[in-house]
């Protein structure tokens, strides 16, 4: 049974930093890129960051380059996303999803994670 499992969302004010933890099972892991996603009600759902299978190419969302790291622990089959000088603007739910391919190039996206909630306070 495949599972993508979201930690590390949570309320923060603006300036502040958090720590997206997506834990993967149920497929081969190293064979998928990884994307991080975010959702506003009444808005489209917007593509925050993705990495490669390797892990050697990065995308990140205009929005949220400079700001958001996105990493890969293939061996623990994990993604991160570091968010730092939040603002209220990413207030939204975000996923994490898995691609069977090797690049970030307009992938589509085979497995989603529940997401979790990021409140960023102004």
């Known amino acids: 049974q495949v599972q993508l499992v979201e930690s590390g969302g949570g309320s923060v004010q603006a300036g502040g930093s958090l720590r997206l933890s997506c834990a993967a099972s149920g497929y081969t892991y190293r064979n998928y890129l990884m994307g991080w996603f975010r959702q506003v009600p009444g808005k489209e759902r917007e593509g925050v960051a993705c990495?490669?299978?390797?892990?050697?190419?990065?995308y990140y969302g205009d929005s949220v380059r400079g700001r958001f790291s996105i990493a890969r622990d293939n061996a623990k089959t994990t993604v991160i996303l570091s968010m730092n000088n939040l603002k209220p603007e990413d207030t939204g739910i975000y996923y994490c999803?898995?691609?069977?391919?090797?690049?970030?190039?307009?992938?589509?996206?085979?497995?989603w994670g529940q997401g979790t909630q990021v409140t960023v306070g102004s």
């Open positions: 999803a898995a691609a069977p391919k090797d690049r970030c190039l307009r992938p589509e996206y085979r497995y």
């Open positions: 990495i490669s299978r390797s892990g050697g190419e990065f």
